[in-house]
């Protein structure tokens, strides 16, 4: 099920507001917020995935790394269901 365009509206917003103090505090670290929430702080990018799909499912959230620029995927990249393989 594709998620509505804009779906992450709030999560990139808020995730905007916090930035500095992201910035600040988290440099090179990896952050996932769901709504306007931020579930953590992490080493890295696996450990936050695992957190994230532990708490959310498929989403919708967002995972950044904060200080770098965010990685724009095309829409059918980040709709693909994952499956095992059969």
Not at 5 to 34: M, S
């Given at each position: 099920?594709?998620?509505?365009?804009?779906?992450l509206d709030l999560?990139?917003?808020?995730?905007?507001?916090?930035?500095?103090?992201?910035?600040?505090?988290?440099?090179?670290?990896?952050?996932?917020?769901?709504?306007?929430?931020?579930?953590?702080?992490?080493?890295?990018?696996?450990?936050?995935?695992?957190?994230?799909?532990?708490?959310?499912?498929?989403?919708?959230?967002?995972?950044?790394?904060v200080g770098?620029?965010?990685?724009?995927?095309?829409?059918?990249?980040?709709?693909?269901?994952?499956?095992?393989?059969?």
């Amino acid at each position: 099920m594709a998620e509505a365009p804009g779906a992450l509206d709030l999560e990139i917003a808020t995730f905007e507001r916090r930035r500095a103090e992201l910035e600040a505090d988290h440099l090179g670290k990896w952050v996932v917020f769901h709504g306007a929430d931020l579930l953590g702080v992490f080493e890295s990018f696996e450990i936050a995935a695992e957190q994230a799909v532990s708490h959310f499912g498929s989403g919708p959230f967002l995972l950044r790394q904060v200080g770098a620029p965010p990685v724009i995927m095309p829409a059918s990249v980040m709709h693909l269901p994952i499956r095992a393989a059969d």
